[in-house]
């Protein structure tokens, strides 16, 4: 077949392109005719490395590239991530807390637990009646035990990790365990071929480097199917006002310091800051907008509120990265046989740690779906576009339902963010329908939504959405099966308590032992 699709050219590396560089050597590793990989990435571009959050989708996928969770714990300062905490997003108050875990509730696909809670435990957080996690997570408890297989969880979890040390694992093991090839070198020029596509990159120290399919992993720079092809960026600023972050690296006061098992997401006077608990310090930053706030003052808004668990003293000796947000999207992510991988794709903001998912998402769907030649592959770009878009404006949805509830009224920030002119229109829409039952599968047609219809509910009544008390009861809300559900998650939490060590021990453990092969 002369136009089969056998070397494919990955531009820029980081954890995006080592995440497609690994899923795609292993995917296609025991094919009769071999598929040659190449990663190009220039020496001078440096991953941030502040700290980032996965979905549990990356224990799969860490699992099937090959690499031990008990290594990745051990070079990569790894905690166990088992959702996200907000603090202060509904009305600032100090007792204005809720979480979104990644545990789906108990007996959630046979009854409408929503209304269960509303009627019987409406005074009570509805992730802690719905689900073990909140408590443990509450706690500090990690996900698992010392005797729990790798890859395997009592609870469902992800994690915390340095996106630096991360790219640096999945690096030593695709070029030493899957084969691809890995080129540090710039790339100066593209070279077209006739009919448009892209034959070759032209690099400064190595030369012509050709390939059949070209996947963009460069970052904001877009280097393929932004700057050479044109493809328009679908600008999503009157949705997403958020534009800059600084982050910041924080140690722990104390070597055996708690380990946070969610990310916390604190709102703040013009954004909100995040911080991940690593096994070694914390990655702290602050979202902002810059149109409410300046530079300046962001800075000492988030040194103020990192001196709350270090102190002044530590919080001003500390340094800042900034990072500027241009939300949005291509307005198509596979253009001829190009396709663009992480942020080249496109980026909101870092709530709810969409990014790394997303990577996820297009490389299984690249993997299951690769064409076998020139003809197929722009059929299978057709349907990748598709499939993208929808999820770009699911997430989209996703993360301005954090915003949209919000009663707090003490900034232009929060006024602005939470009015109906910011609000997309199909969650204005969907707000509608729940008001008389709850999110369902029903308004999520993927079969692999980024979001399922449970991380809906738990960040719907995390900020204080209540049904509309005439709604008609439904024979399929089976209540009795959902109280009978509660009690039993109330029963499970106690267990899991007694049973489940504390994040930083299992942590410890893990570097001394290891952790037990499935």
């Given at each position: 077949m002369?136009n089969?699709?056998?070397?494919?050219?990955?531009?820029?590396?980081?954890?995006?392109?080592?995440?497609?560089?690994?899923?795609?050597a292993?995917?296609?590793?025991?094919a009769?005719?071999?598929?040659?990989?190449t990663?190009?990435?220039?020496p001078?571009?440096?991953?941030?490395?502040?700290?980032e959050?996965?979905?549990?989708?990356?224990?799969?996928?860490?699992r099937?590239?090959?690499?031990?969770?008990?290594?990745?714990?051990?070079?990569?300062?790894?905690s166990?991530?088992?959702?996200s905490?907000?603090?202060?997003?509904?009305?600032?108050?100090?007792?204005?807390v809720?979480?979104?875990?990644?545990?789906?509730?108990h007996g959630y696909?046979?009854?409408?637990?929503?209304?269960?809670?509303?009627?019987?435990f409406?005074?009570?957080?509805?992730?802690e009646?719905?689900?073990?996690?909140?408590?443990?997570?509450?706690?500090?408890?990690?996900?698992k035990?010392?005797?729990?297989?790798?890859?395997?969880?009592?609870?469902?979890?992800?994690?915390?990790?340095?996106?630096?040390?991360?790219?640096?694992?999945?690096?030593?093991?695709c070029?030493?365990?899957?084969?691809?090839?890995h080129?540090l070198?710039?790339?100066?020029?593209?070279v077209?071929?006739?009919?448009?596509?892209?034959?070759?990159v032209?690099?400064?120290?190595?030369?012509?480097?050709?390939?059949?399919?070209?996947?963009?992993?460069?970052?904001l720079?877009?280097?393929?199917?932004?700057?050479?092809?044109?493809?328009?960026?679908?600008?999503?600023?009157?949705?997403?006002?958020?534009?800059?972050?600084?982050?910041?690296?924080?140690?722990?006061?104390?070597?055996?310091s708690p380990?946070?098992?969610?990310?916390?997401?604190?709102a703040?006077?013009?954004?909100?800051?995040?911080?991940?608990?690593?096994?070694?310090?914390?990655?702290v930053?602050?979202?902002?907008?810059?149109?409410?706030?300046?530079?300046?003052?962001?800075?000492?808004?988030?040194?103020?509120?990192?001196?709350?668990s270090?102190?002044a003293a530590?919080?001003?000796s500390?340094?800042?990265?900034?990072?500027?947000i241009?939300?949005?999207?291509r307005?198509?992510?596979w253009?001829?046989?190009?396709?663009?991988v992480g942020?080249?794709?496109?980026?909101?903001?870092?709530?709810?740690?969409?990014?790394?998912?997303l990577?996820?998402?297009s490389?299984?769907?690249?993997?299951?779906?690769?064409?076998?030649d020139?003809?197929?592959?722009?059929?299978?770009?057709?349907?990748?576009?598709e499939?993208?878009?929808y999820?770009?404006?699911?997430?989209?949805?996703?993360?301005?339902?954090?915003?949209?509830?919000?009663?707090?009224?003490?900034?232009?920030?929060?006024?602005?963010?939470?009015?109906?002119?910011?609000?997309?229109?199909?969650?204005?829409?969907?707000?509608?329908?729940?008001?008389?039952?709850?999110?369902?599968?029903?308004?999520f047609?993927q079969?692999?939504?980024?979001?399922?219809?449970?991380?809906?509910?738990?960040?719907l009544y995390?900020?204080?959405?209540?049904?509309?008390?005439?709604?008609?009861?439904?024979?399929?809300?089976?209540?009795?099966?959902?109280?009978?559900r509660?009690?039993?998650?109330?029963e499970?939490?106690?267990?899991?308590?007694?049973?489940?060590?504390?994040?930083r021990?299992?942590?410890?453990?893990?570097?001394?032992?290891?952790?037990?092969?499935?």
């Amino acid at each position: 077949m002369s136009n089969s699709i056998k070397k494919i050219i990955i531009v820029g590396g980081g954890s995006a392109g080592w995440l497609a560089a690994g899923l795609l050597a292993a995917e296609f590793k025991h094919a009769e005719s071999s598929i040659e990989i190449t990663l190009i990435e220039s020496p001078d571009v440096n991953t941030i490395g502040v700290g980032e959050g996965t979905w549990p989708s990356m224990r799969a996928t860490l699992r099937k590239i090959g690499i031990s969770e008990t290594e990745l714990v051990r070079e990569c300062f790894v905690s166990f991530k088992q959702g996200s905490k907000f603090v202060g997003w509904r009305t600032g108050a100090s007792d204005d807390v809720y979480h979104h875990p990644f545990s789906i509730p108990h007996g959630y696909a046979e009854s409408n637990l929503a209304a269960a809670w509303q009627a019987k435990f409406a005074d009570h957080p509805f992730a802690e009646i719905v689900s073990s996690q909140f408590v443990v997570a509450e706690h500090g408890c990690a996900p698992k035990q010392v005797a729990t297989p790798e890859y395997a969880g009592v609870l469902n979890y992800g994690y915390h990790l340095d996106a630096g040390k991360f790219a640096v694992i999945l690096q030593r093991h695709c070029t030493a365990n899957l084969g691809v090839k890995h080129i540090l070198d710039h790339v100066t020029k593209v070279v077209s071929a006739d009919n448009g596509d892209i034959a070759a990159v032209d690099t400064k120290a190595t030369g012509i480097i050709s390939g059949d399919l070209f996947i963009d992993c460069s970052g904001l720079s877009c280097l393929l199917l932004g700057q050479h092809f044109g493809v328009p960026f679908v600008d999503k600023k009157h949705l997403s006002l958020n534009d800059t972050a600084l982050a910041m690296q924080v140690p722990y006061p104390e070597k055996n310091s708690p380990i946070e098992s969610c990310t916390v997401a604190t709102a703040q006077s013009a954004g909100w800051t995040w911080d991940i608990g690593l096994s070694s310090r914390r990655g702290v930053g602050y979202v902002f907008s810059s149109g409410y706030i300046s530079e300046e003052q962001a800075e000492r808004e988030l040194r103020a509120h990192i001196a709350k668990s270090v102190g002044a003293a530590v919080a001003d000796s500390l340094s800042s990265k900034k990072l500027s947000i241009r939300a949005g999207h291509r307005q198509e992510f596979w253009h001829k046989n190009c396709v663009a991988v992480g942020m080249s794709a496109g980026f909101i903001e870092p709530l709810e740690a969409s990014a790394l998912a997303l990577v996820e998402l297009s490389m299984n769907m690249i993997c299951e779906e690769f064409p076998v030649d020139r003809s197929a592959m722009s059929v299978v770009a057709k349907r990748f576009n598709e499939v993208f878009c929808y999820r770009w404006e699911r997430i989209i949805d996703f993360l301005k339902l954090h915003y949209a509830l919000t009663e707090r009224r003490d900034s232009d920030y929060w006024r602005d963010m939470s009015s109906p002119e910011a609000l997309p229109d199909r969650l204005r829409e969907l707000l509608v329908l729940w008001k008389s039952r709850p999110p369902h599968r029903n308004d999520f047609i993927q079969v692999e939504e980024i979001f399922p219809s449970a991380s809906y509910q738990y960040v719907l009544y995390g900020m204080g959405f209540k049904m509309d008390a005439s709604a008609l009861p439904r024979t399929s809300d089976n209540l009795p099966t959902a109280l009978a559900r509660i009690r039993e998650t109330a029963e499970k939490t106690r267990k899991f308590l007694a049973g489940l060590p504390s994040n930083r021990d299992l942590i410890d453990h893990v570097m001394l032992h290891g952790m037990p092969l499935i």
